[in-house]
């Protein structure tokens, strides 16, 4: 039986999505273990425990021949020094790769392979930042708006989040007098 075709509406600016099938809402309480100020997560959490992102996103099979897609939008903020940021992830099926069309606000994203290696682009409305297969990614909102990207995936991708909490990335991103510093 073939699919049938459907279409959603974006807002590039806000990002979101007309009728997404699922929004993913992922509060400072969920970042729990990733920041290196545990404390200041803890402040920011008995403060009101605010949004640190949501994702919205059509349901498709999730086989291989199908295409994820999300908008998401990271909030400007840090904790401690370090900037609000996705938990990140492999993918479970590791040779899978993604797509991200930043959108609006600026930031990076942050990439590792299980390797070593590690690497960054910047993110800003326009450019399209290319994760191959076997990089794990977080973005990192660095700016003082709201990070808003596009991404498309594979659908039968998967996520491996238990990697990253167990590990970390190989560099934090922090405010140094203003400016994002890659420590
Ligand atoms: C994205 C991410 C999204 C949220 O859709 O899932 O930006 O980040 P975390 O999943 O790390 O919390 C993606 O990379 N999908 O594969
Ligand atoms: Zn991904």
């Known amino acids: ?13 806000e990002g979101t999505m007309e009728n997404p099938d699922r929004v993913v809402v992922r509060h400072a309480s969920d970042m729990r273990g990733h920041y290196k100020d545990a404390d200041a997560l803890e402040r920011l959490v008995a403060a009101g425990d605010p949004v640190h992102y949501r994702v919205y996103e059509k349901a498709v099979p999730e086989v291989p021949g199908q295409l994820l897609f999300c908008v998401s939008i990271l909030e400007p903020g840090t904790v401690g020094r370090e900037y ?3 938990k990140g992830h492999y993918h479970s099926v590791p040779d899978t790769a993604e797509a991200y069309l930043a959108l609006h606000g600026q930031g990076y994203m942050l990439m590792k392979t299980a390797q070593g290696d590690c690497a960054w682009e910047f993110m800003m409305r326009g450019r399209l930042v290319y994760v191959p297969p076997h990089w794990a990614h977080r973005s990192i909102n660095t700016g ?16 491996n989040y238990g990697d990253i909490e167990a590990q970390g990335f190989p560099k934090r991103v922090v405010d140094q007098e203003g400016r994002p510093a890659f420590v």
Do not use: K, N
């Open 144 to 159: 003082r708006e709201r990070l808003v990207s596009f991404c498309v995936y594979p659908a039968h991708a998967g996520h």
């Open 84 to 86: 609000f940021m996705t």
């Open 1 to 13: 039986m073939v699919m049938t075709p459907f279409a959603t509406q974006l807002d590039l600016i």
